[in-house]
């Protein structure tokens, strides 16, 4: 099945350090979520999008809605070892009934 | 805080053998989605149902799979026989219907040997 495309693949930084990833699609979509996942569990929900354009922040997290409705983009500002995981991006359309497409993850690691 | 419940958390069999999967939404939620999680992919969603209705199930291998929620609330997902491609981490989710978030459960990781 089709699957966003999500970059870094993967990244390991040092504790305190800034961290951007973004995740961009071909179609166009009405929400965009960003979900973290931690080893053998499943994703928990970070921050949900509804709006071209839109910015919203959730503590050190910074997650944007692409005005081209074909992006978006998730900052980690001062990263902490607990932020470790794989952060994936996640895109809805009303036109698929509300189906979630997901990217295919980006690996943080951080030393601390 | 409700949480999306899922059981075994581990299986492990034989390929041919019969598998199932239990899962609990949280409550009042309507909408129930089974996903599929290949190492190192992101989740693809295999059926979602609306209340006891399946909504999609447009990317469940039917020859072998098959998934339930006889009363709308609880689900049951099987898979017979099993083959060495099933092995992943079966990811169940819920939302209060199928606009909202969807909630996901710990998940239970197959492995078919």
């Known amino acids: 099945g089709q699957q966003l495309n999500q970059s870094p693949q993967s990244m390991f930084i040092q504790e305190g350090e800034d961290v951007s990833m973004n995740c961009t699609s071909s179609?166009?979509?009405?929400?965009w979520l960003w979900y973290k996942q931690e080893p053998g569990e499943g994703p928990v929900l970070l921050i949900a999008?509804?709006?071209?354009?839109e910015l919203t922040s959730n503590g050190r997290l910074t997650a944007q809605f692409g005005i081209t409705r074909k992006d978006s983009f998730l900052n980690i500002s001062a990263s902490i070892p607990s932020d470790v995981g794989i952060y994936f991006c996640a895109g809805q359309q009303l036109i698929s009934g509300d189906k979630l497409t997901f990217g295919t993850g980006t690996r943080l690691a951080v030393r601390p | 805080e409700a949480e999306v419940a899922q059981s075994p958390r581990y299986k492990i069999t034989e390929k041919s053998q019969a598998v199932a999967f239990w899962c609990d939404p949280i409550?009042?939620?309507?909408?129930l989605y089974w996903y599929r999680q290949i190492l190192g992919q992101g989740p693809e969603l295999l059926v979602q149902f609306q209340d006891e209705s399946v909504v999609d199930d447009s990317q469940l291998p039917k020859d072998r799979f098959s998934a339930e929620r006889l009363k709308g609330v609880d689900s049951t997902l099987k898979i017979q026989p099993a083959e060495l491609g099933d092995s992943a981490m079966y990811l169940c989710?819920?939302?209060?219907?199928?606009?909202?978030?969807?909630?996901f459960g710990p998940g239970t990781r197959l492995t078919v040997l």
């Open positions: 179609s166009i979509f009405n929400t």
């Open positions: 409550s009042g939620h309507a909408t």
């Open positions: 989710a819920s939302s209060l219907s199928g606009a909202d978030t969807q909630y």
């Open positions: 999008l509804y709006k071209a354009g």
